[in-house]
């Protein structure tokens, strides 16, 4: 599948058919290339660098901005509108970037582009009149198609450099695992600056035909009276957004019956959301796994396979190994780091060549920091992070197993566990808690529940009220963002 020549076939073939509904409006397939060719002509008279900035709600805005990039061959940046002023800056400048496609309302949200990048103004822009027709620059599997910059919660974000190979692959992948065709309705919220937001909520559905519904707020009763009117079969999510799904009071089963996936990803879906969800509306959310690195999605466990905590098999063409702390292949069913093979993981990283170097291993595969355990029926289980692992009197302990505990509680909203020194034991771990709407914080009755669920040594030492709790622009939870005082 060539990219961009397929989404514009698609266009073409079917030209008046209703591709996006957003929040302001219904759009049109040829809308959306009509609105493309504008841009083209838009960028050409005001940008002469090879890589262009986006800056846009979730929205229909997004998909003519990434054709028209890409229709003149430019790698295509999009821009996460809730970093910081200087963190935006540094991403401006370290990719090289004189203009980006963006709209008022977040101009003002990041309080201005950096000095030296021209602002094309999509709510500025007059569309009448026939454009210079543009169609497909052929993209190579080679060529840099997107430079998505990681959230940089340690250091200053990475560029991880995505080709049209790996785009192209990673859908044909999602395709092939879920059967998608031009008859499916995809509702997300997720932002589009995101790897899954990108991938899987904007190129996916343009390049199959389908329709995709976008609200640029998560707005949970908003969510489900999409759902209602619109009947889609695919909802895309992470945990945090399903947790708050379950609460909606007036949601009823039918709300959600057209649904055939349900799909979480992002970070691990939590037992208390996954059991709850299921008992209101009887459906199941399969999880899925990946990384901005491998463009995104990796594993995916459909309804039909569905086991508890995992993300399911590799998807077609991907290779994974679990390996030890001497980089040795485990015996089946052994924990380890996940290592990843596939012709959707990147290129590398923009301008860090070291980096680039340290994150593959002597067999080419991608070292995700992810640890993990493959069953005997290929299912891949995400047990914790890599760095985010405590060792407490010599065991292994992570912080999702205590997360999880808390998580059932029925006070508890969301929690975060880190580790904090001791001299005796080595670590201890800290919970960090959001408690439900009209809850009453009680630390005790917490750690008293905690011991009743897990070994002794696991019980945090302290359990702490953060309300809300830190989070990246997609809701994870930060935990790096934490600290003890």
């Known amino acids: 599948m060539k990219l961009l020549t397929n989404i514009q076939r ?51 805005l997004f998909p003519p901005a990434v054709m028209a990039g890409w229709m003149l061959g430019r790698t295509i940046v999009p821009l996460n509108y809730l ?48 454009p210079p027709m543009r169609f497909s620059k052929h993209l190579k599997p080679d060529d840099l198609a997107v430079l998505l910059y990681t959230s940089g919660t340690s250091g200053r974000p990475k560029g991880v450099m995505l080709t049209a190979g790996n785009l192209n692959a990673n859908i044909e992948q999602i395709v092939d695992r879920a059967k998608f065709d031009r008859h499916d309705t995809m509702l997300g919220v997720l932002p589009q600056f995101h790897t899954f937001g990108l991938t ?34 695919v909802l895309v999510a992470i945990p945090s957004m399903y947790g708050a799904l379950r609460l909606v009071k007036e ?93 959707n993981v990147m290129a590398g990283y923009w301008n860090l060549p070291v980096e680039t170097k340290a994150v593959f291993d002597e067999k080419g595969f991608f070292r995700t920091g992810d640890m993990g355990r493959i069953d005997s029926d290929g299912h ?25 505990v808390l998580d059932r509680h029925p006070s508890v909203k969301a929690s975060a566990v880190i580790g904090m020194p001791d001299d005796s034991r080595g670590e201890l771990p800290v919970a960090f808690v959001e408690l439900k709407e009209g809850e009453t914080f009680d630390e005790v009755a917490l750690r008293t529940w905690c011991r009743e669920h897990l070994a002794q040594f696991k019980v945090p030492r302290e359990i702490r009220l953060l309300d809300p709790l830190p989070r990246n622009p997609t809701g994870k939870i930060m935990r790096r963002s934490l600290k003890i005082a």
Not at 87 to 92: A, I, M, N, R, S
Not at 204 to 219: D, N
Not at 397 to 402: A, D, Q, S, T
């Open 251 to 343: 949601a009823t089963k039918e709300d959600l019956a057209s649904l055939r996936y349900v799909v979480s990803g992002g970070e691990p879906l939590p037992q208390a959301v996954s059991e709850t969800f299921f008992e209101r509306f009887g459906i199941r959310i399969s999880e899925g796994y990946g990384l901005t690195e491998t463009a995104p999605v990796t594993n995916w466990c459909l309804p039909s396979e569905w086991k508890w905590r995992s993300v399911g098999r590799a998807l077609k063409d991907v290779t994974e190994r679990i390996v030890d702390n001497d980089g040795n292949d485990v015996a089946a069913g052994g924990e380890g780091e996940i290592r990843i093979h596939g012709p």
């Open 380 to 404: 891949l289980f995400i047990t914790g992070r890599i760095k985010e692992m405590m060792i407490i009197s010599g065991e292994n302990v992570f912080p999702r197993e205590i997360e999880e």
């Open 10 to 60: 698609n266009i073409l073939l079917r030209p008046w058919r209703v591709a996006v509904i957003d929040d302001q409006r219904s759009w049109r397939a040829f809308e959306l290339l009509f609105v493309a060719w504008h841009l083209a002509k838009k960028i050409k008279s005001l940008s002469d660098k090879p890589r262009i900035g986006i800056m846009l709600p979730t929205s229909g």
């Open 200 to 233: 899987v909520l904007t190129l996916l559905p343009l390049a199959i035909g389908c329709l995709a519904i976008y609200t640029a707020r998560f707005i949970p009763r908003k969510l489900v009276a999409l759902a209602r009117t619109h009947r889609p079969t």
């Open 83 to 130: 970093l910081s002023k200087s963190d935006l800056e540094y991403v401006c400048a370290d990719a090289g970037i004189d203009a980006c496609i963006t709209v008022g309302p977040m101009v003002d949200l990041v309080g201005g582009l950096p000095s030296g990048v021209a602002q094309i103004r999509m709510d500025q822009m007059k569309f009448g009149g026939i």
